[in-house]
């Protein structure tokens, strides 16, 4: 499966712009609404039958910029990559809404917890190996804070997972991310 395909969709249903060269100079706006984003790229429903070239800029309504590339299409459904890979978390924030990315934090939290409990670590004891304290993984865990990248890092380091299991892999069964 490509790693487009395997990148954890956050659904959400809010209008974009794509933007393109239309091959003489000239540059064409196609309003979308973006269905669901990940880390490496989004699928996109177009408002219009208007042909969109095979690479685009795709405009979030907080200003962000992506460079895509049609990766498959299907009538007015296109799944576009992002052109420099996985977008950086800042990035990912900027494209997501304040419930998604609680999800997405709750689900990391989860994640962590899951790992660490079959490594058999405390949380006091993970919380001593990262240098942080036992309430802010408590917290963490429950996706009441966010766990920085460094930390991230260091967190599937220490519990022999990887870092894309962290922060995409499936949310453990008994996690409610609603």
């Known amino acids: 499966m490509s790693d487009h395909r395997a990148a954890v969709r956050h659904h959400t249903l809010r209008t ?14 196609v309003p979308c609404t973006i269905r669901d984003v990940s880390g490496s790229g989004a699928r996109l429903a177009l408002n219009s039958s ?3 070239a095979e690479e685009f800029t795709l405009i979030f309504t907080s200003g962000l910029r992506k460079g895509c590339r049609v990766a498959w299409r299907k009538e007015r459904l296109i799944g ?15 494209m997501m809404t304040a419930d998604e990315q609680a999800r997405h934090r709750l689900g990391i939290g989860a994640r962590v917890k899951a790992a660490r409990e079959s490594r058999g670590y405390t949380q006091g004891q993970l919380a001593e190996r990262i240098g942080v304290t036992p309430a802010f993984v408590a917290l963490a865990e429950k996706g009441e804070a966010d766990i920085p990248l460094y930390q991230l890092m260091h967190i599937a380091d220490l519990l022999m997972v990887g870092l894309d299991g962290l922060v995409a892999g499936p949310v453990p069964e008994d996690v409610d991310a609603a």
């Open 16 to 29: 974009g712009i794509v933007e393109f060269d239309n091959g003489s100079g000239s540059i064409v706006s």
């Open 50 to 52: 208007a042909w969109v």
């Open 80 to 94: 576009s990559a992002f052109v420099d890979g996985y977008a950086s978390v800042d990035e990912q924030a900027a």
